[in-house]
């Protein structure tokens, strides 16, 4: 069975940081893209990144940059999202998803996805 089960979330005042994690369970993770999104209430889902199953990533919204990093150890079957100067609309349920080789241009083609970690920033 498939699955993916994000951690790391939390309550952190603004301009802390949280690692997330996106574990990989039932399936080879070094075949998989690995995607990271996230929802804000009253909000559409919004993507942040994705790691391809080579490695590569994709570009993060600007909003983003510089601030968030992802990341992936497949001995690990683990994928990271390490966040940075975090500010308030950083808030949101964050998600991982996985899909076969490279990363997907659209969201729906992702076959698996986490349950999400609350990430709050308040202070």
């Known amino acids: 069975q498939l699955r993916l089960v994000e951690s790391g979330g939390g309550l952190v005042q603004p301009g802390g940081s949280l690692r997330l994690s996106c574990a990989a369970s039932?399936?080879?993770?070094?075949?998989?893209?690995i995607g990271w999104f996230r929802q804000a209430p009253g909000k559409e889902r919004e993507g942040v990144s994705c790691i391809s199953n080579n490695g590569g990533t994709t570009n993060m919204p600007d909003s983003m940059k510089g601030r968030f990093t992802i990341s992936r150890d497949n001995a690990k079957r683990t994928v990271y999202l390490q966040m940075n100067n975090l500010k308030p609309e950083d808030t949101a349920i964050y998600y991982c998803a996985a899909n076969f080789g490279l990363c997907p241009s659209n969201s729906r083609n992702y076959a698996v996805w986490g349950q999400g970690t609350q990430v709050t920033v308040s202070s």
């Open positions: 039932g399936f080879t993770l070094g075949h998989y893209a």
